[in-house]
């Protein structure tokens, strides 16, 4: 297909997009070019958009960027069997080599030489966006486009809670923001006896109650430790799902997490976060997991069965709807904290 769409664009190295024209991506033989019908903010776009260090760092402007959409194959290479035209997909977002001892041993998550959509490559806040078929997840029909947009993000919490048991266990959620809130359901759904969500912005918090936490913790309110120890009988919990990033918070999971418990850490500290190995990890005997991505493709398998099921429902999550060219409301609403997820409709 050729021809113009709009983009967002990652215009230059400091604050902020712009709505362009671009040219439509051309797909190569084992690619598929796909119409958008719907694209989410995520936090690292919010990262890009800032331009944080992080950033600075990671990414080269000028690009399309985004990478949380559900959309319908509109045109496919000759080499594609998995997906047909007018097919409902989203999309894995790390594009892997397939021959690294990683890949070729199930992990093909962590492959050393991973490439992510919108970050490394052309992003989907656009009307087309162009992707190599084995990355495509098929949906069912009739899921609507909004929920289908947030499956990618639904699986980071997915991977993060079920990379250890949690059922009958007590799991604390530290960070609000939507992936958190999707885990704040994904634990409820998975058998935890109490989901505790801990946060400083008390929206999120009313969201967190609304996935199922059984408690909610405004740590710039009270004590999160003392607030926990009273909720645990004093013993802590079992599980800490990290979400937020923030050294501070960091620190506070590890210490409140109970001896021979589980810290998985999802978040994406923009600088190096200082701990006290000796007492809050080996004296503790704690398992610590670093979680990146979802597991390809069971955290999918998971992820749709769970919405499939209605175990998890995210539209109390999706709190915002926006056209493609209101992108900058979205953003302003992510950095406030005052939304949920935020879709948008080129």
Not at 22 to 29: A, K, S, T
Not at 165 to 184: E, F, H, N, R, S
Request: glycine share 10%.
């Amino acid at each position: 297909m050729n021809g113009k769409m709009k983009a967002v664009v990652k215009h230059h190295r400091g604050y902020g997009a712009q709505i362009q024209t671009v040219e439509i991506p051309q797909i190569n033989e084992d690619e598929v070019l796909i119409k958008v019908k719907a694209t989410s903010i995520c936090g690292t776009d919010v990262h890009i958009y800032k331009w944080d260090e992080w950033s600075e760092s990671r990414v080269n402007p000028p690009y399309v960027f985004g990478h949380e959409f559900s959309g319908e194959v509109v045109e496919k290479g000759s080499k594609v069997k998995n997906v047909d035209y007018g097919d409902s997909v989203s999309a894995e977002t790390h594009i892997v080599c397939g021959k690294c001892s990683q890949c070729l041993t199930g992990k093909a998550h962590i492959c050393k030489y991973t490439k992510i959509i919108g970050v490394d490559t052309r992003g989907c806040f656009a009307e087309y966006v162009a992707l190599p078929a084995a990355n495509l997840w098929k949906n069912p029909k009739e899921m609507l486009y909004d929920v289908a947009a947030i499956q990618e993000p639904m699986g980071n919490a997915v991977h993060t809670v079920l990379s250890g048991d949690v059922i009958g266990k007590t799991v604390a959620i530290i960070g609000c923001g939507p992936i958190g809130l999707m885990a704040v359901g994904v634990a409820k759904a998975a058998g935890a006896a109490q989901v505790i969500a801990l946060d400083i912005n008390n929206y999120r918090l009313n969201l967190a109650k609304q996935m199922g936490a059984t408690s909610v913790i405004n740590s710039k309110n009270e004590e999160p430790l003392q607030a926990v120890k009273q909720l645990t009988n004093g013993d802590g919990v079992d599980v800490v799902c990290e979400m937020s990033g923030h050294p501070i918070a960091m620190n506070q999971g590890f210490r409140m997490v109970t001896n021979g418990g589980r810290v998985s850490i999802l978040s994406l500290p923009v600088r190096p976060v200082e701990l006290d190995v000796t007492n809050d990890i080996v004296f503790k005997g704690i398992t610590v997991k670093g979680i990146t991505g979802r597991k390809m493709f069971e955290t999918w398998q998971q992820v749709s069965a769970l919405l499939h099921s209605g175990q998890v429902n995210v539209k109390p999550i999706i709190t915002h709807h926006f056209s493609l060219e209101e992108f900058e409301k979205g953003f302003e609403l992510m950095i406030e904290g005052n939304c949920g997820k935020v879709v948008l409709y080129p």
